[in-house]
């Protein structure tokens, strides 16, 4: 879809883009896939990867050859200390959506927060994002808690909302629960009765299919009329990323391919993301800078950042790890 709204830019510039879809069925296809690509002179591939799967494709093109875009995994390590020059993300990642939410926070005043966890390794890369957004926001736990859902008698305290959510007051429940299971039975359940956010209630997201502002009804109606389906999250990073690889080469069609994704990578391509302000690459850690919606699943309530919520050279770099925070030290491509 974006490739066909990028074709009279591209034709005017003396250019195309063409789109081929490949698939690794296992973990140990992607690294040998991504590589032939890179030497039979593809230029730009969106990975839509979970982690372990993006830092294989990662390894397997060396700077120059190729320019990949991460569009499904939020994985902060892959934008901190695993990073790589030849990797951008336009998906936000879970330490942008985490500050989303907790600038929500305080923007409703909900100071005090009930943190629910989970016990899988997906729940503590949530937990801890959520922990230091917390940290930069100034949001305070009233109780940190562990749940645990089993069919073990002596483990069922461990999944009892009545005791995960009493003995504290608190403005508001945090649920860090990556596949929900959990998180579905915590609003209404809870022992206080408080809103409840991240899994299982409102959300942090790249997309959604209720945005009502700056053409969000438009983009929907297209992408309902191609796929039959409303858009999530991942189509619109998918979408994004095209739509910044076109902008690149239509704007820059005689710098070549190195000269275009070293514009993309410094942040040098703005792109129209139907979001609002526009977006770029942040070139310390060649994320995505963009607004994030917070939502639940019949409308959003929000947009981060929130009003009040100020940066020195950009607001949308108050979501994610800041330059002076970052952990990647990669080469720029």
Not at 194 to 212: D, N, T
Request: aromatic share 6%; net charge positive.
């Amino acid at each position: 879809m974006a490739a066909a709204e990028a074709r009279v830019a591209l034709e005017a510039a003396g250019q195309s883009l063409r789109l081929e879809a490949q698939e690794a069925r296992t973990e140990a296809e992607v690294a040998p896939l991504v590589a032939a690509l890179a030497r039979q002179g593809t230029r730009y591939i969106l990975l839509d990867l979970p982690s372990a799967s993006v830092r294989a494709a990662t390894g397997a093109v060396k700077p120059g050859e190729a320019l990949l875009f991460n569009v499904s995994a939020d994985d902060d390590e892959l934008r901190g200390a695993g990073c790589a020059p030849v990797l951008l993300h336009t998906l936000p990642s879970l330490r942008m959506r985490a500050d989303a939410l907790m600038q929500y926070l305080v923007l409703r005043k909900w100071r005090r927060a009930l943190l629910l966890s989970g016990p899988s390794a997906a729940d503590a890369a949530q937990r801890d994002a959520l922990l230091t957004s917390a940290r930069r926001f100034g949001i305070a736990w009233s109780a940190q808690r562990a749940f645990r859902l089993s069919n073990d008698p002596r483990e069922r305290d461990q999944a009892n909302l009545g005791l995960l959510t009493g003995g504290v007051d608190y403005d508001v429940v945090v649920v860090a629960d990556a596949d929900g299971e959990f998180a579905r039975g915590v609003p209404y359940a809870t022992l206080l009765p408080r809103p409840v956010v991240g899994a299982g209630g409102l959300g942090a997201q790249a997309w959604h299919w209720a945005w009502e502002r700056n053409g969000g009804p438009q983009l929907n109606r297209r992408f309902m009329r191609a796929a039959l389906r409303p858009m999530t999250g991942y189509d619109w990073a998918a979408w994004v990323a095209v739509k910044a690889i076109a902008e690149s080469v239509a704007r820059l069609p005689r710098a070549g391919f190195a000269g275009q994704a070293q514009a993309l990578a410094a942040g040098q391509v703005v792109v129209d993301g139907f979001k609002g302000p526009p977006l770029s690459f942040r070139r310390w850690d060649r994320q995505l800078r963009q607004p994030v919606l917070l939502a639940h699943p019949d409308g959003v309530a929000g947009m981060a950042p929130v009003d009040g919520v100020l940066h020195p050279k950009n607001n949308l770099d108050t979501l994610g790890a800041d330059e002076a925070d970052t952990a990647c030290r990669a080469p720029s491509a």
